[in-house]
């Protein structure tokens, strides 16, 4: 069962313009949301997070969207930079312990990004 | 910056070995994680911990052991090695987080390729 998915396995813009990625979730528990940027032969990089309460949060070119009544989530990268090709996770944290948070993260399937000259 | 170090980022062992994965945290996180990645299905939770000597499964923990004496450093051990564990294998790290608003990000190091004959 594929809590939080990521239907686009690849998308490529061009150099300047934005990249808009996108997330869906099914589980309405979820209370956390991040994304994670992964280049070849390196771990997972911290880009940006979300709370539930939050619709919106913003850190320089990276801006995430949250839609909660549509399970959605998404990442918008402008301008886009050759530099952000990548491969970009979605994740989302499940609260496991009473009202203590570990950390637990369920994560999408990633999608490729190309940023073309 | 937090620094997530896996001991080895290439490994090749045989089937029925017993296989040992080591990841240390420098910045003193009560949490510690091992993931696995596999193409077309991101990353995969095998086991975490939130406290020294304490242990949770994950989604995948069948085959695999963890071991938590310290709080910086977090075990991966493959009981006997088999082929479908060949995989990417990811440890991350993140800080105890207080309630919705206490949500931290989990940090990861570079990744183990391992590889089972």
């Known amino acids: 069962d594929q809590q939080v998915k990521q239907n686009s396995p690849s998308l490529s813009v061009q150099e300047g313009r934005i990249s808009i990625l996108n997330c869906d979730y099914t589980?309405?528990?979820?209370?956390?949301f991040l994304w994670y940027k992964k280049y070849p032969a390196e771990g997972p990089t911290f880009l940006i997070s979300?709370?539930?309460?939050?619709d919106k949060n913003e850190d320089g070119r990276f801006t995430v969207f949250l839609n909660k009544s549509a399970k959605h989530l998404s990442l918008h990268i402008v301008p886009s930079q050759p530099g952000d090709s990548a491969v970009y996770f979605c994740?989302?944290?499940?609260?496991?312990?009473?009202?203590?948070?570990?950390?637990?993260?369920?994560f999408g399937q990633g999608t490729t990004l190309q940023v073309k000259p | 910056d937090v620094k997530v170090t896996q001991s080895s980022r290439y490994l090749v062992k045989r089937t029925g070995e017993k296989v040992f994965l080591e990841c240390v945290q420098d910045?003193?996180?009560?949490?510690m994680f091992w993931y696995r990645q596999d193409p077309g299905l991101g990353l995969r939770l095998i086991y975490f911990?939130?406290?020294?000597?304490m242990k949770e499964k994950g989604d995948i923990p069948e085959g695999y052991s963890v071991s938590r004496e310290k709080k910086e450093r977090f075990s991966l051990i493959l009981e006997s090695a088999s082929t479908n564990q060949t995989s990417m294998y990811l440890c991350?790290?993140?800080?105890w987080g207080q309630g919705i608003l206490g949500n931290q990000p989990q940090h990861f190091g570079d990744g183990t390729r391992l590889s089972i004959l």
């Open positions: 991350a790290s993140s800080l």
């Open positions: 910045m003193d996180h009560e949490n």
């Open positions: 911990s939130y406290d020294v000597k």
């Open positions: 589980n309405s528990m979820f209370d956390y």
């Open positions: 979300i709370s539930s309460i939050k």
């Open positions: 994740a989302a944290s499940l609260m496991l312990r009473g009202s203590s948070n570990t950390g637990k993260l369920i």
